[in-house]
Every structure is written in C-alpha cells, then in structure tokens.
C-alpha cells in the first residue's frame, strides 16, 4: 500500500503483474479478509476494475462491494452496452448497481430536454446512500 503524494488521505493499493489466474484469485478466502481489514480502515474503497463483459472479476468483485458503478459517457458509450449490466442485475451475478452518465452536456438539461423533468419515484442519491451506511 502506498501513500499518495498528492492527498495525505488517499492510500493507493496497486494490482502489480497480471497473474495468469485473476478470477481464482479474487475466489480466495484473503480477498474478502483483505477487504474487510480495508473497510475497518477506510471510510471508502475504490476498486477500478476492466469492463465487466470482458472479463469476471466484476462480478467476482461485487459480492464484496457495497455498491457497484458502471460509468458511461454520453454521446460515446453505445447504449446496447447496457444491456449487460441489466441482465446481470436481472439474474443475480450483481447487485445495487448504479450508472454515472459522465461527459453531459449542459444543453441536454431542462424540461422537454434530453435528460431533463421527468415522473418517477423518488431514489435516494447515489451520495445519501453512502453517508447512510454509517
């Protein structure tokens, strides 16, 4: 684990060499021991992991995970790419998953807009969500 040189706050735990078997590794009894001993630790874990239709360990990763963000970007993420993440809610391999739209356009915004006023029920943000789990 290193500490960063930029934020005295952020400690950084880097992957290394790419083993030849990641998903068993993730598979072992450590993993979750390791990440508990972070939680103890840390107020938040990230977990940067590879595009979850490429490879398993994001599904591997978030049954160790309070909640899983999948982040796309307008105008250049092809939508059909979510079908994955729908179907694996739907049949269980992830669980409290939430999808950060990044690079908006401010344009997009507003009623009869793109991503504007609509009726829905009601979520709790992404950040309550997290400053409830304390």
Do not use: W
């Amino acid at each position: 684990m290193a500490q960063s040189d930029y934020n005295e706050n952020l400690s950084i735990v880097l992957s290394g060499a790419i083993p030849p078997n990641p998903a068993e590794l993730l598979l072992q009894k450590r993993t979750k021991t390791f990440v508990e001993a972070l939680k103890k630790e840390y107020d938040y874990i990230i977990m940067d992991t590879a595009p979850s239709m490429l490879v398993t360990d994001t599904v591997l990763i978030n049954k160790l995970a309070d909640i899983t963000l999948y982040v796309v970007r307008a105008g250049y993420t092809d939508k059909r790419l979510l079908d994955f993440p729908q179907d694996a809610i739907e049949d269980g391999r992830l669980a409290n998953v939430a999808i950060v739209l990044n690079n908006v356009s401010l344009n997009n915004f507003g009623y009869g807009n793109k991503y504007g006023y609509a009726y829905a029920r009601e979520e709790r943000s992404l950040l309550k969500r997290i400053m409830n789990k304390h």
